[in-house]
């Protein structure tokens, strides 16, 4: 697949075009080692500086990534004898939201996710990750379903929000978010929560509510969009930049906050640019929470949770 180069990375872009005709050249035969291993080199600088330096919107745009690992690229990499779940067994199935069961670790789990598209029909079929009340009702069967077997629950959360439409609103969304927050809060099994991308609204918090909360280091987590933020308050998509920085949706941010546990690190560039890292760091992080949760008592487990949520938003003079 082709590299795709977001607009602050064109220093970075500019220099990988000039890798890519050397290695062509190398392979006709041209002696170009050196200065192939010097531009990699001014790259990998250029990356360095760039990254180092990254303000709230460029996270944002960072984080919505059109090659930026999804849902389905995780579960691939970090579970074995998967089998996928679907359908809410009242109405349809949602393709934005994705189940199942698998493996991680040997430990049996089940998974829930958003899933947004890669091709333009992907993306339609997908609804560009936005579930439909019909998403959030298939995760809490199977987030029940969980419980019934005694399954640790890992979430992936990566969507701009839940489908603004009035279908939507004549199925009873904000019900249906609701009833997976109550719902979620009372599990009696191990919930660990991931930010892969954007956590978008209510459409990420029907998925949000656990134990713990991970955000990989280029993710988000808001409660309106930064363009939909800027449309309210300055009546123009076009001051996002500016909602951004106010909104305070980085991960950095919302570890300050106390609202993650753990910031994820990527690899230089973000997660697109080495999967296997990525994948390896998530692995990690998982492992290292689930471990602790599995070894607490039920009860233990579901008051430290409700202790956890209550506490947000509790500040002192």
């Known amino acids: 697949m082709q590299s795709h180069f977001l607009d602050f990375e064109t220093p970075i872009a500019e220099i990988e075009a000039q890798l890519v005709e050397l290695r062509r050249l190398k392979e006709s035969g041209e002696a170009v080692d050196e200065e192939i291993s010097r531009l990699t080199r001014l790259s990998q600088e250029k990356t360095q500086a760039i990254f180092s330096n990254l ?20 579960v691939a990499n970090l579970f074995t004898d998967v089998e996928f779940l679907a359908g809410d067994r009242c109405f349809a199935d949602d393709p934005s939201l994705v189940g199942g069961v698998g493996r991680f670790e040997d430990h049996p789990i089940l998974f829930l996710g958003h899933q947004k598209g ?42 701009p929000g839940a489908y603004p ?6 199925h009873n969304q904000s019900e249906a978010i609701a009833r997976n927050l109550e719902v979620l809060a009372q599990l009696r099994v191990p919930i660990i929560c991931c930010v892969i991308g954007e956590g978008g609204s209510g459409g990420a918090l029907a998925i949000g509510v656990g134990d713990r909360l991970l955000m990989l280091q280029y993710s988000i987590y808001s409660v309106i969009s930064p363009e939909g933020c800027a449309s309210i308050l300055w009546k123009s998509a076009s001051k996002a930049p500016e909602a ?27 997660a697109h640019r080495d999967l296997a890292t990525t994948m390896k760091s998530v692995r990690a992080g998982i492992a290292k929470h689930l471990s602790v949760l599995l070894s607490k008592p039920v009860d233990d487990l579901v008051a430290e949770r409700l202790n956890r949520l209550m506490h947000f938003g509790v500040y002192t003079n």
Not at 56 to 63: E, N
Not at 246 to 259: F, K, N, P, S, Y
């Open 55 to 74: 303000d709230p919107w460029k996270i944002t745009q960072l984080s919505r990534h059109p090659q930026r690992p999804y849902t389905l690229d995780y």
């Open 118 to 159: 890669r091709e333009v029909k992907e993306k339609v079929a997908r609804n560009f990750g936005m579930p439909k009340p019909e998403g959030y009702r298939k995760a809490l069967r199977l987030m029940r379903l969980a419980e019934t077997f005694r399954l640790p629950i890992l979430t992936f959360i990566d969507t």
């Open 165 to 170: 439409g009035v279908d939507a609103e004549k």
């Open 244 to 270: 951004a920085a106010t909104l305070g949706l980085t991960a950095e941010r919302i570890l300050d906050l106390g609202l993650a546990d753990e910031i994820i690190p990527e690899p230089p560039g973000g």
